[in-house]
């Protein structure tokens, strides 16, 4: 957890940047993946520099901002708006509207940044500061920006970059592509087309005729009680916190599972879900766990590369709250690979999309319900505008989608101290905090204890 911590700092105006060249005008189809009413929110990121000796007569946020507007001639639909169409469905208007863009001066240093939070991961305490139009829940999703991006000059010669995308235009896959095209135009202005050319296919997504819902999907709510709404307020009500598990951590918790090779989302996952169970939930409740997973390279009809839609489907694993506290890891481990292989092949992915379309883009379950999102193989910190690899890149803040404290991002990350690990975002009630991480931290102890005996 952390506290909030005002930086000096000076914003621009937003401006608009749209497109270099002109792009076709016309209207783009959302696959029910894409435009779900689970989805309807933002996806924030950040990216921090060091400064660089050899760059620093050159601006970031210029250099950003002119890379931004050869980008979006390839992929213009980010240009464009969302627009409601019929029975709710939403289209792409590719009107050439542009995204957000702010560019911002700050006295601090990217040393000092490392000071005031222990290490530059999230929480940012900062972070309204870094991001000013971020946006929380389910807000200006029709007729507004898709992308909105500000690049943060430090005193130091380095620079932050921090973005948010409507999700319902990418998932965080597309998002990791949309910034390496960026990079790859940083790298050189005259760069005639991105390595990997962007695909829009959502088409390819399309439901079948007539539906066919094949598979149970409890993933999503099928009650007639309307979806709450929560506020910007809502959300920060809750505290942001991280906690950092490292490979040795992982391989502790894998042992205490059955089998021989077992996936490090599982043992994660099944961690994190035990330890929330423990901080928030009654006993006596039926308890969630969804799980995104991505269907790019695993189903048929294959996905085109380039492909930046929302390609994730949404799995979910069903215990009692009793169960899952008090059972050995391995239990919440077991249902993870059982939901995994009942959801395995191509069957699936179509029964989703027939689901939404038959059940009007229904939102997720949220009563209990808990999503932790694995972000670890994309390499946001990896990506280079210029000035090599960043100090942290991956997503900027806990908190996102529909429901407050409901979604957990784990992403790869090498602490202060050259430990390499995974780091998991969370947002909880301040009060939950320091429960949440003293069970994440019993369960690795567990392990410990475990394994010394069976050493003996």
Not at 21 to 28: A, G, H, L, N, V
Not at 86 to 97: A, I, M, S
Not at 370 to 376: K, Q, R
Request: proline content about 7%.
């Amino acid at each position: 957890m952390t506290r909030v911590f005002k930086i000096p700092i000076h914003v621009s105006q937003p401006e608009l940047v749209r497109p270099e060249t002109s792009t076709p005008p016309e209207f783009k189809y959302l696959s029910n993946i894409d435009d779900q009413f689970g989805l309807r929110n933002h996806i924030p990121f950040v990216h921090f520099y060091p400064p660089s000796e050899d760059l620093r007569a050159r601006d970031p946020a210029t250099l950003i901002k002119q890379a931004l507007a050869k980008v979006l001639v390839y992929y213009y639909p980010v240009a464009g708006r969302l627009r409601s169409s019929d029975n709710g469905k939403l289209v792409v208007d590719c009107c050439d509207e542009g995204v957000v863009f702010r560019e911002a001066d700050s006295d601090i240093t990217m040393a000092e940044l490392h000071r005031i939070n222990g290490g530059l991961k999230p929480p940012f305490p900062m972070w309204d500061q870094l991001l000013v139009d971020d946006i929380w829940g389910s807000y200006l999703i029709i007729d507004a920006p898709l992308l909105r991006m500000q690049v943060t000059r430090l005193a130091c010669g380095g620079f932050i970059l921090a973005y948010t995308f409507n999700h319902c235009i990418c998932d965080a896959y597309g998002a990791y592509q949309f910034i390496t095209a960026l990079s790859e135009f940083c790298l050189n202005l005259n760069f005639i087309a991105p390595s990997n050319l962007p695909c829009w296919g959502r088409e390819i997504l399309n439901p079948r005729t007539p539906p066919i819902i094949s598979h149970r999907h409890p993933e999503y709510d099928i009650s007639d009680s309307p979806t709450l709404t929560y506020t910007e307020t809502d959300f920060k009500l809750l505290a942001q916190t991280s906690i950092f598990v490292s490979n040795s951590d992982i391989s502790l918790l894998k042992n205490q599972l059955d089998g021989r090779r077992n996936p490090t989302f599982d043992a994660v996952a099944s961690c994190l879900w035990k330890a929330r169970t423990h901080a928030l939930t009654n006993p006596k409740a039926i308890t969630r766990l969804l799980f995104p997973i991505d269907t790019r390279f695993r189903c048929k009809p294959s996905l085109p590369k380039g492909y930046y839609g929302s390609a994730v489907v949404f799995p979910c694993a069903i215990a009692k709250a009793k169960e899952v506290m008090g059972k050995p890891l391995n239990y919440g481990a077991s249902l993870i690979s059982e939901v995994k292989k009942r959801v395995a092949g191509d069957e699936y992915r179509a029964s989703v999309l027939d689901f939404i379309e038959m059940n009007e883009r229904r939102g997720f379950c949220m009563d209990e319900a808990f999503v932790v999102s694995d972000m670890c193989r994309l390499r946001f910190a990896e990506i280079d505008f210029g000035w090599g690899g960043g100090v942290y890149g991956g997503p900027g803040r806990a908190g996102t989608g529909l429901k407050p404290g409901m979604v957990t991002s784990i992403i790869g990350h090498k602490n202060e101290e050259g430990v390499e690990g995974v780091l998991a975002l969370v947002s909880l009630p301040l009060e939950s905090v320091d429960r949440f991480h003293t069970e994440v931290r019993k369960q690795i102890e567990s392990a410990t204890s475990l394994n010394l005996v069976s050493a003996l």
